[in-house]
Each structure stands twice: as structure tokens, then as C-alpha cells.
């Protein structure tokens, strides 16, 4: 996968962050609940009485909303550099570190950086330093794409 940079649309990152920024803001006031996709996905999985309707509506809107941007849009193309297998293995990892993190880059990145939570400031900076380090090691170590 590359960035385009070239053809950055700043205004609509923007607009984007202040959307994801207020429906977390929303879902703490409303629900006093956190914006963690995974802990939102993983209640779905093992639900509690009382929790399952706002769960399902989060995750209906994350899966409905590419296609009502797609009516006002075109959607970028989807580009799949890797093989199904690496996928799922990659899926598999990054939930298992979800879980063995306490939460996701959405929960801690998005929520827990704003509450100035130092377990959530931790965690982020880990996930990047993973991430970068993967990444070197996949292209300059192991020479893949």
C-alpha cells in the first residue's frame, strides 16, 4: 500500500477527525462509554443485558457509513497488497494484542490520549513503535513490499 500524498485531501481528514472526535466526545456524555472498537465488538460477542442495542448501532454506523459516504463520493478503490491468509494472521494479531493490551488504538489513541490517561499515552506509543518496527523489518530486513 502506498499514500498518495500528491493528492492529500487535508479538509476532509480534518472534517473526518472531528467527526470520530465527536462521536467519542457523544458516546462518553450520552452512554459514559468509550469509543474502543474492540471492547465495543468483544461486548457484542458476550453480551450483557442492557448493552447490545448501543453496541449494535456503533457498529452498524462503522460498517454503514462508507456506503452513505459512497452516495455523495466516489470510494477509493480497494487494493489488497497481501494474500487472504496474511490477513486473517494479521487480524488475529492485532486482536490478541487488543486484548493483551486493554484496549485498541481507537480506545486508547483516540479516547484514553484525551482523558491525558498515562496507561492510554503508553499504549499508543507502543503501538507506533510496533508498527514502525514491523515495518522496517518486513521491508529492509526481510525485503518484502
Request: glycine share 16%; with cysteine; proline share 6%.
Amino acid at each position: 500500500m502506498t499514500i498518495d500524498t500528491l493528492h492529500f485531501t487535508p479538509w476532509a481528514a480534518l472534517i473526518g477527525g472531528m467527526l470520530i472526535g465527536t462521536a467519542a466526545a457523544l458516546l462518553m456524555l450520552i452512554n459514559g462509554r468509550i469509543a474502543g472498537v474492540s471492547g465495543i465488538v468483544g461486548g457484542l460477542l458476550r453480551p450483557v443485558p442492557g448493552s447490545t442495542l448501543w453496541r449494535f448501532a456503533f457498529v452498524f454506523g462503522l460498517l454503514v457509513s462508507p456506503m452513505v459516504f459512497g452516495l455523495f463520493a466516489p470510494l477509493p478503490p480497494i487494493q489488497l497488497d497481501s494474500g487472504y491468509p496474511l490477513l486473517i494472521v494479521a487480524g488475529l494479531l492485532v486482536g490478541m494484542g487488543a486484548r493483551y493490551g486493554a484496549g485498541c488504538t481507537s480506545g486508547h489513541g483516540i479516547c484514553g490520549i484525551s482523558r491525558l490517561s498515562p496507561r492510554s499515552i503508553l499504549a499508543t506509543l507502543l503501538f507506533m513503535l510496533t508498527g514502525m518496527a514491523t515495518v522496517f523489518v518486513v521491508r529492509h530486513v526481510l525485503g518484502g513490499a
